[in-house]
């Protein structure tokens, strides 16, 4: 029976495929499609992988059995019992036969996607502790999970199912369809794994539409949902779904008349792209010939060749802390992080790239086990510039790693979430020292111009300050809005609230323009308000000519550019941020 379920749109477009349904947990196995010639040697992975289980706990019932009954407790043989019977369970063993060999998933995918379903039965078992025994089963998936990496096979590059048409979809049902992941949560750098996966489209229960998971989502320029709430409780392993990213809803189990008007969509919007990519070389430059700066927005050094193809001007921001994630605590050193700007400044060929030091924390924790950490208002607490300056060791790492990189073409560096005058204080003296180490070391660095993210309402109430510093300034929306309204921008229970129109956000994103351009200094703004086409025009009209955003939103962004006259939107933008109802007068 079709159903919808609604959410926030993240990422434009239209997906329709099979649902996967990945636990949170186990988002960071390996998703790619296997050769058919390879069928029986992934099956065989598994085969092995479960026989080693199973050999370890024969021998551990064998060392129980020769133990006390003190030491060796009844619980515990109950449960090797257990564990070896879910071993042998022929639902698990044939489901994973079953994704392997029809939809030529990889072993891990496999077991994994044959744990939800079977995890989803237990959910639904009416019997306690028939209902307890899911722990049991992800115990002994986990530990075949762990026997199978030290023997896997090497990752072969994903294969991106190829997109059927509408008729193909309603016809075909094997193995070439394609495929969209429903997760309750995914963490950034797990996102940003799946940046050349299988999938067509995201949806997820969690997150708020300028989470980092969302921004990363966006990133990869597919249909995404987020904020679905019980998405990945209502949908079920190989669901029929469609994901509308502009509405921000999923449909499950289309009726065919839903999958004909999807796909009429999807075309549509599969049109305008193509239509929009004949201004990738057309420059950005208004009616009244005012010239503006359309950056990208990069989380990996490799992110360069997108923004490039997508005709950004440089880098107006590269969230570094991608390097820093998901490396269980050992942190990128000097060599690798200079060797990962340096790829990025030369990929650019020559245009400007602005390098963010690591925003690491709040909801983007180094790895899982910081997420749970102590902290208990992440967001608020050691995050970006103060966790930099918490470990200036690890921080001096940094700024010498991008001072170097600063040799082989235009470097900004660009430092997050200041507030305090000490901060800036201390920030500017650790780079003077990282360049006397690096003339000390006799290693070469470039020049950089240094900018600082507004992104606190207490930094952009205090402009003076910064501008006497910095030689540009970059408003971080994302977190300006989050800072200044008191909206948690991860969680999606006050999403609603969560507006960038609010006037006191304007206020304060106006006020950083306009001291920005009376001073003669660059000012950008790079969090998702740039990227947003529906507030082009204001942004224009508040003086700003530099953008930074996603690779993908660059030509929206500029069809609205090549519209305007900044002339006329001046005296309008004014009206927009002194009223009491902004959104009304813009869309007005
Ligand atoms: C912002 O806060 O707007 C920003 C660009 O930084 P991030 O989204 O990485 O916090
Ligand atoms: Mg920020």
Same mark, same amino acid.
């Given at each position: 029976m079709t159903f919808s379920v609604q959410g926030l749109p993240v990422a434009r477009g239209i997906a329709i495929g099979r649902a996967v349904l990945v636990a949170s947990s186990r988002a960071d196995v390996a998703h790619y499609f296997i050769e058919p010639a390879n069928v029986d040697a992934e099956i065989e992975r598994v085969r092995a992988g479960r026989n080693a289980v199973v050999d370890e706990i024969h021998r551990l019932q064998q060392s129980v059995s020769q133990?006390?009954?003190?030491?060796?407790?009844?619980?515990?043989?109950?449960?090797l019992d257990v564990h070896l019977m879910l071993l042998q369970d022929e639902m698990l063993?044939?489901?994973?036969?079953?994704?392997?060999?029809?939809?030529?998933?990889?072993?891990?995918?496999?077991?994994?996607?044959?744990?939800?379903?079977?995890?989803?039965?237990?959910?639904? @078992?009416?019997?306690?502790?028939?209902?307890?025994?899911?722990?049991?089963?992800?115990?002994?998936?986990?530990?075949?999970?762990?026997?199978?990496?030290?023997?896997?096979?090497?990752?072969?590059?994903?294969?991106?199912p190829h997109r059927k048409t509408q008729q193909d979809l309603l016809l075909d049902d094997t193995v070439d369809v394609p495929l969209v992941l429903i997760a309750h949560d995914l963490s950034p750098a797990d996102m940003l794994q799946f940046k050349q996966s299988v999938f067509a489209g995201f949806v997820t229960d969690v997150g708020g539409k300028t989470s980092h998971t969302a921004i990363v989502a966006r990133s990869l320029d597919i249909p995404a949902v987020v904020g679905a709430r019980s998405a990945s409780q209502l949908v079920r392993q190989d669901d029929w779904v469609i994901i509308d990213g502009d509405a921000g809803v999923m449909i499950v189990d289309p009726s065919a008349i839903i999958?004909?008007?999807?796909?009429?969509?999807?075309?549509?919007?599969?049109?305008?792209?193509e239509r929009l990519t004949r201004l990738r070389h057309t420059?950005?430059?208004?009616?009244?010939?005012?010239?503006?700066?359309?950056?990208?927005?990069?989380?990996?050094?490799?992110?360069?060749?997108?923004?490039?193809?997508?005709?950004?001007?440089?880098?107006?921001?590269?969230?570094?802390?991608?390097?820093?994630?998901?490396?269980?605590?050992?942190?990128?050193?000097?060599?690798?992080?200079?060797?990962?700007?340096?790829?990025?400044?030369?990929g650019m060929r020559g245009l400007p790239v602005t390098i963010r030091t690591v925003d690491i924390g709040?909801?983007?924790?180094?790895?899982?086990?910081?997420?749970?950490?102590?902290?208990?208002?992440?967001?608020?607490?050691?995050?970006?510039?103060?966790?930099?300056?918490?470990?200036?060791? @690890?921080?001096?790492?940094?700024?010498?790693a991008i001072l170097r990189a600063a040799a082989h073409g235009q470097?900004?560096?660009?430092?997050? @979430?200041?507030?305090?005058?000490?901060?800036?204080?201390?920030?500017?003296?650790?780079?003077?020292?990282?360049?006397?180490?690096?003339?000390?070391?006799?290693?070469?660095?470039?020049?950089?111009?240094?900018?600082?993210?507004?992104?606190?309402?207490?930094a952009a109430l205090m402009l003076k300050l910064f501008l006497k510093h910095?030689?540009?300034?970059?408003?971080?929306?994302?977190?300006?809005?989050?800072?200044?309204?008191?909206?948690?921008?991860?969680?999606?229970?006050?999403?609603?609230?969560?507006?960038?129109?609010?006037?006191?956000?304007?206020?304060?994103?106006?006020?950083?323009?306009?001291?920005?351009?009376?001073?003669?200094?660059?000012?950008?703004?790079?969090g998702e308000m740039a990227g947003d086409a529906s507030h082009t025009r204001l942004l224009l009209g508040l003086g700003l000519r530099s953008f930074s955003m996603h690779p993908a939103q660059i030509l929206a962004v500029k069809q609205e550019v090549l519209r305007s006259d900044t002339s006329r939107l001046q005296p309008w933008a004014q009206r927009v941020i002194e009223s009491d109802d902004p959104a009304s007068v813009l869309s007005a």
């Open positions: 133990m006390g009954p003190k030491d060796a407790p009844h619980e515990l043989t109950a449960l063993v044939s489901g994973v036969k079953h994704w392997i060999t029809n939809r030529l998933y990889n072993a891990e995918w496999a077991l994994t996607t044959q744990l939800e379903v079977i995890a989803r039965q237990f959910d639904e @078992m009416e019997d306690e502790y028939l209902r307890e025994r899911k722990a049991d089963l992800e115990q002994v998936v986990e530990r075949i999970l762990r026997y199978m990496k030290g023997v896997a096979l090497p990752i072969t590059p994903p294969t991106t999958l004909a008007e999807y796909g009429f969509k999807q075309r549509q919007g599969q049109l305008e792209r420059p950005a430059i208004t009616m009244d010939g005012q010239k503006v700066e359309l950056l990208a927005n990069i989380e990996m050094p490799e992110d360069a060749a997108g923004a490039i193809k997508a005709g950004a001007v440089g880098v107006g921001l590269f969230r570094s802390e991608f390097l820093f994630m998901g490396r269980t605590g050992k942190l990128p050193d000097e060599e690798e992080q200079y060797q990962a700007y340096r790829r990025a400044v030369e709040a909801d983007k924790p180094l790895d899982k086990s910081q997420k749970d950490g102590t902290s208990l208002n992440p967001a608020l607490g050691l995050r970006a510039i103060r966790w930099s300056l918490n470990d200036p060791a @690890m921080f001096l790492t940094q700024l010498r470097v900004n560096l660009l430092i997050p @979430m200041l507030a305090h005058a000490s901060e800036i204080r201390q920030t500017l003296s650790l780079i003077d020292f990282a360049r006397a180490e690096l003339d000390n070391r006799g290693v070469p660095y470039g020049p950089v111009k240094l900018g600082a993210m507004i992104e606190i309402p207490a910095f030689d540009f300034l970059s408003i971080g929306t994302n977190d300006l809005i989050q800072y200044t309204l008191a909206i948690d921008r991860a969680d999606e229970a006050v999403a609603h609230l969560y507006d960038p129109l609010h006037p006191a956000v304007l206020r304060l994103v106006a006020d950083t323009i306009a001291e920005c351009n009376a001073q003669g200094k660059g000012v950008s703004v790079c």
